[in-house]
Antibody, heavy 123, light 107 residues
Framework: QVQLVQSGAEVKKPGASVKVSCKAS????????MHWVRQAPGQGLEWMGW????????NYAQKFQGRVTMTRDTSISTAYMELSRLRSDDTAVYYC????????????????WGQGTLVTVSS | EIVLTQSPGTLSLSPGERATLSCRAS???????LAWYQQKPGQAPRLLIY???SRATGIPDRFSGSGSGTDFTLTISRLEPEDFAVYYC????????FGPGTKVDIK
């Protein structure tokens, strides 16, 4: 079955960086876009960007431009999201979520989602 | 950027009742690029509806979506105990945006 398994919780100090991984299984990793979405405690969902695992091409939300980097390692079917210059308001659960096939535009729902990775930013 | 507004913020209903959730967009959503997700506490969101009205794989037929342009609706025909959750709408133009959510809780 299609599954996305994310790395474990992280605690970081303000100004540091965090890198979250998302390992895909049950499908051809390079065949589908991968999105990253975050959710602050008790809050709603916020889209951060996507990566095309086939080409490595990315599209980031304007809010995160310059601070986020999405990469992938096709040899191990894993996507990564790195967020730098962390602030306290970056404390959130970070999710990866599969998008549509890479032969089309990334304009479709997200299914499935990883289990989430809690990133806590605290001094 | 398209801003999504969901109403009501909280919907208090009993099992067996019908739930009607609204999602309104600040401008027309292209080609019905509108999805609905369900999220339970401590869990990741789950895709219910895409393309405004198509059910995702494995979603029961008590869930239905409708609408176009700027006004969309998610209907749960008869609430089951496992349906009490938070529901988000999302438009997947570019950039992607989510609504603030509607919580469906037990009356």
């Amino acid at each position: 079955q299609v599954q996305l398994v994310q790395s474990g919780a992280e605690v970081k100090k303000p100004g540091a960086s965090v890198k979250v991984s998302c390992k895909a299984s049950g499908y051809t990793f390079t065949g589908y876009y991968m999105h990253w979405v975050r959710q602050a405690p008790g809050q709603g969902l916020e889209w951060m960007g996507w990566i095309n695992p086939n080409s490595g091409g990315t599209n980031y939300a304007q809010k995160f431009q310059g601070r986020v980097t999405m990469t992938r390692d096709t040899s191990i079917s894993t996507a990564y999201m790195e967020l730098s210059r962390l602030r306290s308001d970056d404390t959130a659960v970070y999710y990866c979520a599969r998008g549509p096939p890479t032969y089309q535009l990334p304009l479709d729902g997200f299914d499935p989602w990883g289990q989430g990775t809690l990133v806590t930013v605290s001094s | 950027e398209i801003v999504l507004t969901q109403s009501p913020g909280t919907l208090s209903l009993s099992p067996g009742e019908r739930a009607t959730l609204s999602c309104r967009a600040s401008q027309s959503v292209s080609s019905s690029y509108l999805a609905w997700y369900q999220q339970k506490p401590g869990q990741a969101p789950r895709l219910l509806i895409y393309g405004a009205s198509s059910r995702a794989t494995g979603i029961p037929d008590r869930f239905s979506g409708s609408g176009s342009g700027t006004d969309f609706t998610l209907t749960i025909s008869r609430l089951e105990p496992e349906d009490f959750a938070v529901y988000y709408c999302q438009q997947y133009g570019s950039p992607f945006t989510f609504g603030p959510g509607t919580k469906v809780d037990i009356k």
